[in-house]
């Protein structure tokens, strides 16, 4: 009866290609981020995705190779390594570690946009300096990457024409990050036991 299965249509086009298209999503979608936070400078977290990613992959590849005249095998692979790259991606925008600068040329007065910043906790430089129509302050700010659409919210209720950019920052020493504190990518503390 199970060896019946294993031979039948609906194991060979449908359930095959289904754990196939899965596991491509879950190893791309590790190996993805792997990349980002290789590239963000967490290099003790990438041997350690990199070692499941590898391991799902050889389970899928694995299967696609039994079973090499099965053309749906063939699709799943691909469709589930191009989701797995979306997946991926949404992921490590959901986590959003990392620092981003943010770079704001207002085009009205400053102060009230400046002083709200530093309010709520953000560090905040200004510049003097000459635009296209006169002088005009730029200001600059590096926070959290999870804090950006709270800063975009400040700029464009205090000066909603102003031209801002945002760039991510690879690495900050020092500064002033106000009353946020350091998060960790993962928290740990919640598998540590609570004492009284």
Not at 139 to 154: D, E, H, Q, Y
Request: proline share 4%; aromatic share 14%; hydrophobic share 45%.
């Amino acid at each position: 009866m199970e060896a019946a299965f294993f031979e039948s249509f609906w194991w060979s086009w449908v359930v095959l290609p289904m754990l196939i298209f899965l596991s491509r999503i879950m190893d791309q979608s590790i190996g993805t981020m792997r990349l980002i936070f290789v590239s963000k400078g967490y290099r003790h977290i990438g041997p350690i995705l990199g070692f499941f990613e590898v391991i799902i992959w050889l389970l899928a590849v694995t299967q696609v190779l039994k079973h090499l005249s099965n053309p749906m095998s063939y699709i799943a692979y691909g469709a589930g390594y191009a989701m797995g790259n979306y997946v991926g991606i949404r992921l490590e925008e959901k986590i959003s570690i990392g620092t981003a600068l943010i770079r704001i040329v207002p085009k009205k007065d400053t102060s009230d946009l400046v002083n709200h910043l530093r309010e709520v906790g953000f560090g905040v430089t200004t510049v003097a300096a000459e635009g296209a129509q006169g002088p005009v302050q730029i200001v600059f700010t590096i926070i959290k990457r999870k804090s950006i659409p709270k800063a975009i919210g400040i700029i464009k209720h205090y000066n909603p024409n102003a031209f801002y950019t945002i760039e991510e920052v690879k690495a900050v020493k020092e500064g002033y990050f106000g009353i946020q504190q350091k998060r960790d990518v993962f928290n740990w503390r919640m598998f540590v036991r609570k004492t009284k």
